[in-house]
């Protein structure tokens, strides 16, 4: 075959149709999924230069087949995603608590994480409010562990016969598939103010913590209370934590909803562009870890997945790390076909009597056959243990393994020697369910109840609301009116408000306020709230960390800007460990004040100021002059602005800024370090001037 081969297809008139085709040594030759190399992938076989494409084709039969079978079902719930591979690294001894392997202080296991919003769909947005998925599946030793959680350390629901209630009213409606990705409509609040124990996730979810800035700024929970059992076979209770290392940061709702515009891929992309420049995400792993004496003292019941153990009350105490070092190479291969399952757990990690825990122990596997096709779906790649793997199971839709031997069942005599009879069972390192290993016996009668304590929905809402500062109170406020103000079921607000006022009176009124309803009565509380000393911990704005790092500066230029400022300016945004980011009105070349040229990172009318932490205005007298007439400049200060982010300015760049009708704040002048060091964070208290709040 030569470098460039001609198809001589006599058509009418006789003309030819040359294609670039495969002829060095080193150049991979296409094929079909039998390894059948393919002459020709521009036309289909016909009869005739005009005539009927033939059904003996089967390049194009195999091709279009496997186009039209190469969507599998969504997720129900988290089915948009993004993932990344990495590493989790021990950095603590506690084998006087756990036996699995994993913990032990210096072992590395590999892993591979995915973050996912909840209610949207696969082609949905990744800036809505909602609640972001936090899953991990460690490839230990013992096996694989998933461990499946969250971003908020609650959840909606008690027990996991409520589940199809829940995401049944919170997707789209029946009747008219909308809306998409988002809560504020009837059957959600409907549902939610019918269920006073959703009350404190409504408070997390009506917070900040649903509008992340960044996945590698937002904190992950186990959710559950779990068990680490030790090689005595001892267990305690324990909670998994996932602390972000470079802080807890998110957006305001207004730039939330403009990311969602600017860039639905927000997210996503910034996950894999962090990655590709090696400034890999990480988490500190933590545990809380108590037992059933301090248990049986507090006034909830720690098996309920609606509350919380305050970090006051138990610290979290920090035990490795998981760093994210390698993009997936496949987005389909890797990120849509990875199956958790909370139910793959390893020795050493055991399950409480969680109801909500343990009902969703069946529905992931029971969804990943649904969605994978077949229960072999342990065999793709990203879900396949890096230890050995032996069993007896066999067959099944895409087996792709071929177990050798005639026994294929346990126990048996086929073989002259044990090792050609198969694997058996091995007591002495095999998982044991803890309480069968320590002689715990569960008896009483058969019940469809709750315990007791479960019955209290209003005080762990009760003590977020009281740990957050003034302005995270706004927000909350804030996002319950613009919720509810969607909903056309009159009597809905009233009742949700009725539930609030057994989280906080003064709450109650500002949501009742903001809707323009009178304030309704108290609904009944099945058990009296309690009050609980506040929890810093629950603060995303008491724990925020005043960095650069990891973040972007977006640097808006044009003909005439100062190159020396400019390159000053973003040797500092560099040196502060944040990517510098060129806007200007063209991507092309901008002409400086030194004659030299630069190539801008986006175009002023594609790249708002909303994707930026902070942003500058480096531009000449006569570039603002020019700019201050173009509304996308106008809109790229204000929106800042309005967005609460740190506004660096040169001297000639405030005829912009004034056209947009801002200043820059007090204590920021110029370029130089004091702009470096306001850039770090967010102005809330400017926020009253740009928005009306709850």
């Not at 499946?148 to 789209?172: E, R, T, W």
């Not at 049986?296 to 309920?304: A, I």
């Amino acid at each position: 075959m030569t470098d460039s081969t001609i198809d001589r297809n006599p058509g009418k008139g006789g003309e030819t149709h040359q294609h670039a085709r495969s002829g060095s040594a080193n150049q991979a030759i296409l094929t079909t999924n039998q390894g059948i190399r393919i002459s020709d992938n521009q036309n289909s076989l016909r009869s005739g230069t005009r005539g009927p494409t033939l059904l003996e084709d089967f390049v194009l039969r195999e091709k279009i087949f496997h186009f039209d079978h190469e969507r599998i079902p969504e997720r129900i719930v988290h089915a948009r995603g993004s993932g990344a591979h990495g590493y989790f690294e021990a950095t603590a001894d506690i084998s006087d608590l756990s036996r699995a392997a994993l913990f032990r202080k210096g072992q590395k296991t590999p892993v591979f994480a995915r973050f996912s919003t909840v209610a949207g769909g696969a082609g949905s947005v990744d800036t809505p409010r909602d609640v972001r998925g936090f899953a991990v599946k460690f490839y230990t030793t013992e096996g694989n562990w998933d461990l499946v959680g969250n971003n908020i350390p609650v959840f909606f629901i008690q027990d996991a016969i409520k589940f199809p209630d829940l995401i049944h009213a919170v997707k789209m409606e029946a009747d008219r598939a909308y809306p998409q990705a988002g809560s504020a409509h009837d059957t959600f609040w409907d549902w939610a103010s019918l269920m006073p124990e959703s009350t404190h996730m409504l408070m997390w979810a009506m917070s900040d913590r649903a509008l992340p800035r960044s996945l590698r700024m937002m904190e992950g929970f186990g959710i559950h209370t779990f068990k680490l059992v030790n090689a005595e076979n001892k267990t305690v209770f324990v909670k998994f934590h996932w602390k972000p290392k470079l802080g807890l940061q998110s957006t305001v709702w207004d730039e939330a909803l403009k990311l969602q515009a600017a860039d639905n891929d927000y997210h996503r992309r910034d996950l894999r562009e962090a990655i590709a420049a090696g400034n890999f995400p990480e988490w500190e792993f933590g545990i809380q870890v108590f037992d059933e004496a301090f248990a049986s003292r507090q006034p909830y019941d720690v098996l309920d997945a609606t509350k919380i153990i305050p970090e006051e009350e138990i610290p979290v105490r920090v035990i490795g790390r998981m760093v994210l070092d390698r993009n997936p190479d496949n987005f389909f291969a890797e990120v849509e076909q990875v199956a958790f399952c909370p139910a793959n757990i390893v020795p050493g990690v055991d399950f409480s009597n969680d109801p909500l825990l343990q009902g969703r122990l069946f529905s992931y596997l029971d969804t990943q056959k649904s969605r994978l096709g077949t229960a072999n779906f342990h065999q793709i790649p990203v879900n396949q243990p890096k230890c050995p793997l032996q069993n007896f199971q066999r067959d099944g839709m895409m087996q792709m393994q071929v177990p050798k031997g005639r026994a294929n069942y346990e126990p048996n005599s086929l073989a002259a020697h044990d090792e050609e009879a198969g694997p058996r069972e091995c007591p002495r390192t095999g998982f044991v369910t803890s309480s069968a290993a320590t002689g715990q016996q569960e008896s009483g009668d058969k019940l469809r109840v709750r315990a007791e304590l479960f019955a209290d929905h209003y005080s762990h809402a009760r003590l977020f609301w009281n740990s957050q500062d003034t302005h995270e109170k706004a927000h909350i406020a804030s996002s319950f009116v613009f919720e509810l103000s969607k909903v056309d079921l009159k009597h809905v607000p009233p009742r949700m408000v009725a539930n609030l006022r057994n989280v906080d009176e003064k709450l109650a009124k500002r949501v009742a306020d903001g809707l323009g309803i009178a304030l309704p009565d108290k609904a009944p509380a099945a058990r009296a709230p309690v009050d609980m000393p506040p929890s810093d911990a629950l603060s995303i704005h008491k724990n925020m960390k005043h960095t650069l790092e990891g973040r972007s500066v977006g640097i808006l230029i044009a003909d005439g800007s100062d190159a020396a400022e400019l390159d000053a300016l973003t040797k500092a945004v560099e040196g502060a460990k944040a990517k510098a980011m060129i806007v200007a009105p063209k991507v092309g070349a901008t002409t400086l004040s030194d004659g030299s040229t630069r190539k801008a990172d986006g175009q002023l009318l594609g790249t708002p100021s909303q994707i930026f932490d902070a942003i500058a205005v480096v531009l000449s007298a006569k570039g603002a002059q020019s700019l201050a007439g173009e509304a996308a400049a106008v809109g790229f200060v204000m929106d800042a602005f309005g967005h609460l982010k740190a506004i660096g300015a040169s001297k000639e760049a405030r005829p912009l800024l004034e056209k947009a009708g801002i200043m820059p704040d007090a204590g920021i002048t110029g370029l130089g370090p004091d702009f470096i060091k306001a850039a770090a964070r967010r102005f809330y208290d400017r926020e009253p001037k740009v928005r009306m709040l709850a």
